[in-house]
Nanobody, 123 residues
Framework: QVHLAESGGGSVQDGGSLKLSCAAS????????LGWFRQSPLKGREGVAI???????YYADAVQGRFIVSRDSPGDTLTLQMTSLKAADSGVYYC?????????????????WGQGTQVTVSS
């Protein structure tokens, strides 16, 4: 059974940086896509970044050039490095997984979720 657990959220000033991590276990590393999503009262849930089993990445336009998603070679840890943070980036960030390869950019079809971690950016 796939299990995801996020860590690393917190509060930061506008323009600051944060790094989120997700411990992932119980999944087929050669088939599962991993990603980060966020949810806020204003925007609802939205996709942030995705990485496929072979390190190809996909980013939402709102974070392109500011966020970097990565996964380690064993596939046990998913990371989201966030820089130049804005108040609009605030929300609960979720690690997600799905057996979608090669179609990892099907943002709406992720079906395994972590518990979420809060990110608050203040101006």
């Amino acid at each position: 059974q796939v299990h995801l657990a996020e860590s690393g959220g917190g509060s930061v000033q506008d323009g600051g940086s944060l790094k989120l991590s997700c411990a992932a276990s119980g999944y087929n590393h050669g088939r599962y896509c991993l990603g980060w999503f966020r949810q806020s009262p204003l925007k609802g849930r939205e996709g942030v970044a995705i990485i496929d089993p072979f390190q190809s990445t996909y980013y939402a336009d709102a974070v392109q050039g500011r966020f970097i998603v990565s996964r380690d070679s064993p596939g046990d840890t998913l990371t989201l490095q966030m820089t130049s943070l804005k108040a609009a980036d605030s929300g609960v960030y979720y690690c997600a997984a799905a057996d979608l390869y090669p179609d990892c950019d099907q943002w709406d079809n992720y079906n395994v979720w972590g518990q979420g971690t809060q990110v608050t950016v203040s101006s």
